[in-house]
């Protein structure tokens, strides 16, 4: 059974950082590209980051410069560096591969 657990997500000010985790449990981790996914109130889910088995890494024009996407596949986990955060950022966090979701982590960014 596979499992996607997320965390890391919380209130920040503007210009703020947060980290977030994603860790993958009952797969070949390293076989996987995994995505990073957000969705604000009221708004259609987006693709913010994606990272390949082999580490390729792609971004939404949105978080570019201010996104990093990383993986550890010791640890089975990717990470989302989110500097220079905006209120626009604000939104549930979602890591993805496949058909496997975790269950979100919500960032909250405001001053």
């Known amino acids: 059974q596979v499992q996607v657990v997320e965390s890391g997500g919380g209130f920040v000010q503007p210009g703020g950082s947060l980290k977030l985790s994603c860790t993958f449990s009952g797969l070949l981790f390293n076989l996987y590209a995994i995505k990073w996914y957000r969705q604000a109130p009221g708004k259609l889910r987006e693709l913010v980051a994606h990272i390949t088995n082999t580490g390729y890494t792609n971004y939404a024009n949105s978080v570019k410069g201010r996104f990093t996407i990383s993986r550890d596949d010791s640890e089975s986990t990717v990470y989302l560096q989110m500097n220079a955060l905006k209120p626009e950022d604000t939104g549930i966090y979602y890591c993805?591969?496949?058909?496997?979701w975790g269950q979100g982590t919500q960032v909250t960014v405001s001053s």
């Open positions: 993805n591969t496949n058909e496997y």
